[in-house]
């Protein structure tokens, strides 16, 4: 047997370590300081309805980073119900009926007929094209989008480099092709589902690797069968089991343990666990300021971890509903043309019109609701802090009303979740959608290692570290614990994580 291993929370990216390590021969020990294990990927069940914590898509399913644990291991714990893009749909701020969205590399440019149910039909006769053209899509916009589209699909390796090397952001990038305000807010759209921040902040480097191997992926949208989300940390856990790894709820972590620079362990409450590898889940600014102290590393260091900033945190409303609202898809957007189609309609203090995102978990899987009921889940994005949460749900509310006119009469319940939930579910300050903003910034050479500095046997793992680790939401989380892994295995060079 290797040297034991603490994992410090049970989230994607500590599991997916704590995996590999135990199949490793190590002796692995997850501490969580939640009653369940996931983080935000996670779910829970009220009334015979099941809900995710957040909102989740799965862009590869096992085509990606969650395949290769299992595949390392040898183990078949998790499957995925695919394609769910060709079941993804769109509705827009006062128009009528439902379009197909499928953002995939065999439908993009696809000109696609609206369809739902006859009412729907009748009701949406036109193109989605008609449709676009009344949001002030224009034949010129269509020809920027393709020139736009072009260069992303043909980005070849070396000048994807070069995009990490210049520091752009999404806006710079697009500016470069057009000012059309229908594109840039089509790619604010897609930002805020995939990295939870805007344009102007946003790497496009980052936005352009992430897009072309998971959005334009072949496999798919996919979702875990079983409980929801839940279903992918289980089964991750299940290999560390498996493996002789055991896994502690109820056990939050008070502070990691050094001496002469070296990791010791961990103090739960007054109890110290000894371990030379110790390896976070938390953010890599919380494991850093507050779990070790800065007294154990350079000034130069410190600053660059207190000045890390997260992506925009969100709202989601977790809808119960006495019978189906959306009959055929099984992902919607809620999509407004612009930030302000409300104007002047709530006054100062507001939240601007984001839209909103989510699946209808019992249309991917019928189990997640009772007989002749659905489960949807739709979310927003707001600020971590600030806005009178009261107002801003209530004003949001009548938003989602405005997409679903029969929402009230067939309501069983609804859920709200705020920034708050986040942070009880990840442990993250603020309760980030992404512990790490993407930023040019804080991606490619500037994104914090998992190898802490200056500790031996410290580790960092999940959105927050990772230099070479990449995905969207739980797969970016899953890539950096997988890495990490490696590297500790000796089957990578520590320089690349």
Known sequence: ???????????????????????????????????????????????????????????MGLNGPFGRIFDRCGLEYLKFIKHINEKTAMKIYKQEGYFPLDININSLFKTLQPRGSKKEASSSSRSIMGSLKNMGFTKNTMKDLMAVMTSILTMTKKKLNKLYEDELT????????????FIHGIFAFLLAGMFAIGNAKASVAEFIHCFKTELMSQEGYQYPIGGGAQAIPDAIAKVIRHFGGEILTNSPVKSIVIKGNKAQGVMVGEELIEAPIVVSNLSIKWT???LVGKDYFERKYIEKIENLTPSLSSMTFKLALKKPMIKKWSFINCYHPTLHDWGDKYGPGAPLSNGFFGPVLSNINPKLAPKGHQTAIFGTLVPSKGPDWERWTEIYWEDLQSFFPDLDEILDFVDVSYPKDIVAATGKPEGPVEGLGLTPKQTGKYKPSSLVHQIEGLYAVGDTAGKTAHGIGTQHACDSGFKCAEAILGNIEIRLI
């Open 1 to 59: 047997m290797k040297e034991n291993v603490i994992i410090i929370g049970a989230g994607i990216g500590g599991l997916t370590a704590g995996a590999l390590l135990a199949h490793g021969g190590h002796k692995v020990t997850v501490l969580e300081k939640n009653s369940y294990i996931g983080g935000a990927c996670s779910s829970y069940e009220k009334n015979g309805y099941t809900f995710d914590r957040a909102v989740h898509m799965f862009s």
């Open 170 to 181: 999404v806006t710079q990038w697009l500016n470069m092709f057009t000012q059309d305000t």
């Open 288 to 290: 850093i300021l507050s």
